[in-house]
């Protein structure tokens, strides 16, 4: 089928929740991947954050083609020999005792969420006591009702009221505002290390030693949501590590599957243990296949050391994107830890992507002028050079 084909039966077929760029991604290999028409791009985004070892890495495809052949699904109802070695996986390189596997990154904070207001219930000893969350203004925590109420910004949850009750809503980076709302109600706070979707806004190291500090004192739950910054994507492995903190529970999914969708929600046992059978469950969650999987995803950060790779990278990147702002007046800041980056521009970002993409190199835009990279972890410096090239060729022509 051609490219205008598609698109048309696009338009005709599918919900139009998404506004796309007209390109066709048809094969990926490493840090490339190539349309219809055989046209080939540097990829930047990484479907946001979920190839980070690349796309097609041939001991992923090993993996696929080994654990299909032997059982790709198998329910809840008895246990998983892949899933039950990727939890013991977690738990040894994080500070958790005990793992949930769902879907997606938003499921993962459903399951966050549950297990914190089971905590309210315990800590409380009655329902409707203690289950009120207080998140970040700007925050994205996923697209279900709950976490678009979880997710501080109101474009998301426009047209869906009602939404649940229960949360409640601080600046970014500022702990009085959060000290101000919290109140007996509160069982919990939820933040992005890193947020994603609001512009890659970096916490501040006294901000989150304030906010654990903060949930210490008032015994109620710190969840981090590392679902798009976390594993390796900063230059440490969780995001947490740069802050000398732990949660009490976080979140992870993009990246952990190797490009196979996965949720996961990580605690302590004194916070796992709030829930018991019959709590909370998904049929497609933690299955084999998708578990074989990550175990492979995150043997393959370790071997290729990619964590460490994705620090040194991101600094070589920064440093290029900083000679671009020097040239450019209307960048206003280059921000980001590792391979999470942003560019924030005094204008909309939108037009920026699109000439990208005609020119080679996809990236994507959030919070109207912020442009957003998160390339493989893999990426070359070569390949940067390359991506600044393209960048710096479609900013000139802005000036
Ligand atoms: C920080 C964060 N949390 C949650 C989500 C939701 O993840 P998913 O789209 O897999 O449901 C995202 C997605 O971009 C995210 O960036």
Redo the contacts with the bound molecule.
């Keep these: 089928m051609d490219t205008q084909k598609i698109i048309e039966l696009s338009e005709k077929f599918l919900m139009r929740t998404y506004a796309r760029l007209p390109l066709i991604i048809d094969k990926g290999k490493g840090i490339k991947v190539w349309d219809k028409e055989g046209k080939e791009y540097l990829d930047f985004i990484s479907g946001?954050?979920v190839n980070a070892i690349g796309h097609s890495h041939p001991k992923i495809l090993k993996t696929i083609k080994k654990q299909s052949q032997k059982l790709l699904h198998c329910s809840n109802l008895y246990y998983i020999e892949p899933q039950i070695k990727l939890a013991e996986k977690l738990s040894y390189l994080s500070f958790a005792d005990k793992v949930f596997f769902s879907n997606?990154?938003?499921?993962?904070?459903e399951a966050a969420i549950k297990l914190a207001r089971k905590f309210g219930v315990k800590k409380s000893g009655k329902e409707n006591e203690c289950y009120e969350i207080i998140t970040m203004e700007n925050?994205?925590?996923?697209?279900?009702l709950t976490?678009i109420t979880a997710t501080g910004q109101t474009k998301y949850q426009k047209g869906f009221s009602p939404l649940p009750p229960g949360f409640k809503y601080a600046p970014f980076n500022n702990l009085k505002g959060v000290e101000r709302i919290i109140s007996k109600k509160t069982c919990a706070i939820m933040i992005?290390p890193i947020?994603?979707?609001g512009g890659i806004n970096i916490a501040k190291e006294s901000f989150l030693k304030g906010l654990r500090e903060l949930c210490d004192k008032k015994e109620i739950l710190l969840i981090l949501?590392?679902?798009?910054?976390g594993l390796g994507r900063t230059g440490k492995l969780f995001a947490y590590q740069h802050y000398g903190i732990e949660p009490d529970i976080m979140?992870l999914?993009?990246p952990l599957g190797g490009g196979l969708?996965i949720?996961a929600t990580l605690a302590k046992e004194s916070v796992a243990s709030c829930f018991e059978p019959g709590d909370h469950a998904s049929t497609f969650g933690g299955n084999p296949l998708v578990c074989a999987c990550a175990l492979t995803f995150l043997e393959i950060l370790e071997e290729e050391n990619l964590v460490e790779k994705a620090q040194k990278r991101g600094e070589y990147f920064k440093n290029k994107l900083n000679g671009l702002k020097k040239k450019f007046p209307f960048i206003k800041e280059i921000r980001g830890k590792g391979l999470m980056v942003g560019i924030e521009l005094k204008f909309e970002a939108k037009n920026i992507v699109e000439e990208c993409r005609k020119e080679g190199l996809l990236i994507n835009s959030t919070s109207k002028n912020v442009l957003r990279f998160l390339p493989p972890l893999i990426v070359k410096e070569n390949e940067i050079n390359q991506a600044v090239e393209i960048l710096n060729r479609v900013l000139s022509r802005r000036k």
């Design positions: 946001i954050g997606s990154g938003a499921e993962a904070n925050s994205f925590h996923g697209r279900t976490t992005e947020q994603g979707e949501d590392e679902v798009q910054c979140t999914a993009k969708p949720g």
